[in-house]
């Protein structure tokens, strides 16, 4: 899962900055001399993904036998507080993944290190959402896209046809409302309060934004944002999604996979979770989503850094320009595991569970808007969980929700500028 709504401190940072220049710690000795043996680590937060990112570390110490990467998987709901206290400590790991909405915070303060990378092996937007004053800090790992996941079993039951690349949002409600059979637990579509995974999606398809272009103001008071926030509401006041009582106690993607959910708004990233699971391996399928107003889903991706104190420098920077080459997105993309950033290696990707059609999550690339950030996107972020639920719970109207939204968030926005 990729939306972020972890929180990070500016201030944490900070002090984090004062430390890096205080001496000590653990990039107080340097870069050891080339050649000379090094250990590294490597954090990231996904266990899906760990076995592909051993294989990787294993491949890169048989071309370099005196660096060994430990890799160090800390689950995303801890990621962002213990990377946050290891780097205030000076102890981050080596390498480390990092997302577009803490990217900033942590370049601003010093954290990590330039990157010298080709722009032309990856997407546009992937380069350009990891450089701060025109520095390159992180290299681009994969990407991702949202697409339309759906219960062959329940679809058939139904007697309905499998959903197209054409459908409209009309089409899906229509579905979702068929779908939907109280007297065996089963609803049309899942709608939690998730940004990445629904609402961005469904807010741009209306016309709407969630930050306008130059990062200084909401668009949570735009009335197509409104729209776009409603397409979920709706389908929880309609009973054709589960409450979100019954989201907050049981996953959606849990409910999608045992079969109680006929439908799932899902990252290009659940391809392999799925297809490891009885129960979805041969029985779902996905396609692009449904459109608004416009087809949009929203893109994002993340990449690999080096943390500034490292005592490795040198054997870590070598460990990153070897993941962000052909070699390692190809087997990445064997894997299925994500779709890899390095241009030309998706479709190996898009071959590795031929049973799904992938294939949609890239045929939605020129629809694709990118992730909205900030400087401290992670303040907002919480925001939008805390005021948006209340919608979500009914508590609230979705309008003095987003009304309430934009005005915090642009408060928020203000400070950045300071």
């Known amino acids: 899962m990729r939306n972020p709504l972890k929180a990070l401190g500016v201030v944490a940072l900070v002090a984090a900055l004062a ?15 080339a050649g ?10 996904d266990n899906i993904q760990a076995p592909v990112m051993q294989k990787l570390a294993d491949a890169f110490h048989v071309t370099h036998p005196n660096i060994t990467v430990s890799v160090q998987v800390t689950p995303y709901s801890d990621y962002f507080t213990k990377l946050k206290a290891a780097a205030t400590g000076g102890q981050a790991p080596d390498v480390f993944w990092l997302n577009g909405p803490n990217f900033q915070l942590y370049a601003s ?63 899906e409600q229509a579905a979702a409302q068929k779908l939907t059979n109280p007297a065996k637990g089963v609803f049309g579509l899942g709608a939690p309060p998730s940004g ?21 103001k909401s668009g949570y008071d735009d009335p197509n944002t409104i729209r776009g926030l409603k397409f979920w509401t709706d389908l929880i ?6 409450s979100m009582q019954q989201m ?26 799925f297809a490891n699971n009885a129960n979805t391996r041969n029985t779902v399928d996905v396609t692009e989503l449904p459109a608004g107003d416009k087809k949009a889903t929203v893109i994002h991706g993340l990449a690999n850094v080096v943390f500034a104190r490292s005592a490795h420098l040198d054997a870590a920077n070598q460990f990153t320009e070897y993941l962000g080459s052909k070699e390692a997105a190809d087997i990445e993309a064997s894997t299925g595991s994500v779709i890899p ?28 808007v990118s992730f909205p950030v900030s400087k401290n996107t992670s303040v ?34 203000a400070k950045e500028g300071q």
Not at 36 to 45: E, F, V
Not at 116 to 124: E, F, G, L, R, V
Not at 196 to 215: P, R
Not at 386 to 403: C, M, R
């Open 109 to 171: 303060n010093g954290m990590l290190a330039p990157e010298q990378i080709n722009a032309s092996n990856y997407p546009d937007a992937l380069v350009k959402l990891y450089q701060y004053q025109g520095k390159q800090y992180g290299i681009p790992k994969d990407f991702d896209t949202i697409g339309l996941w759906y219960n062959k079993t329940l679809f058939d039951a139904a007697g309905l046809k499998y959903p197209t690349a054409d459908w409209k949002w009309a089409d």
């Open 248 to 273: 907050t106690d049981t996953d959606v993607v849990r409910m999608f996979e045992s079969g109680t959910l006929a439908m799932l708004y899902g990252g290009s990233w659940h391809a392999s979770e």
């Open 237 to 242: 006041q309609a009973h054709y999604s589960p």
């Open 36 to 45: 000379q043996p090094a250990t590294i680590t490597y954090g990231l937060w």
């Open 196 to 216: 990445q995974e629904n609402f961005y999606s469904t807010v741009f398809q209306a016309g709407g934004s969630i930050i306008s272009a130059d990062g200084k």
């Open 380 to 413: 907002w972020n919480t925001m939008e969980s805390d005021i948006l639920t209340k919608a979500w719970s009914g508590s609230e109207s979705v309008d003095q929700a987003a009304t309430d939204l934009a005005t915090q968030m642009n408060a928020a926005l």
């Open 19 to 33: 430390a890096c220049s205080s001496g000590g710690g653990a990039g107080a000795s340097g870069s050891p001399s």
């Open 341 to 368: 950033a390095f241009n030309g290696t998706q479709q190996a990707w898009v071959n590795a569970f031929p049973q799904y059609k992938l294939q949609s999550f890239l045929d939605e690339l020129p629809d694709a």
